[in-house]
């Protein structure tokens, strides 16, 4: 019950200097706009629900979990490879797809997810062929049957 709010700002503090400062410029202001994108929403990734990070890169999709109960998940998309991608979550609940976002973008998508096995992937042409999807599984049931228990740490 900790609020990761402050730890991230920490965070987002220290990587100022860096990568942030530059997407930060881009995102924050209307001055001179981009073209066209009046939808995105600048609220830097807070949705309803628990939120996820995917990390959307030239052509892999990391996800911050892989652990997903029933429920309201918002998936914070960053695109941090060099082509436009997207972010798909289809399952037993649906399909959901975001806007597509430019390099070094990001957007955010909520879905409820059921229990069941979702395929998360980028819809862009061709990319989920290209390794752009992971499976996730919802509900109460331990990793699958790779013994891959070793999941890099999430930053905490
Ligand atoms: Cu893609």
Redesign the pocket.
Known sequence: MTIPHIRNRVLLGVAAGGLTAVLAACGGGGSGSSSGDSSNDNSAGTGPGTQVTAE?TD?HINLSTQKFQPGEYTFTAKNM?H????LEVEGPGGEKRSKDIEPGQSTTLTVNLKSGSYEVY?P?DG?KDLG?KTEITVGGAPAPSTDNNTSPGNGY
């Open positions: 959307m052509f490879g082509h436009t991608h997207g980028c862009v990319h752009m």
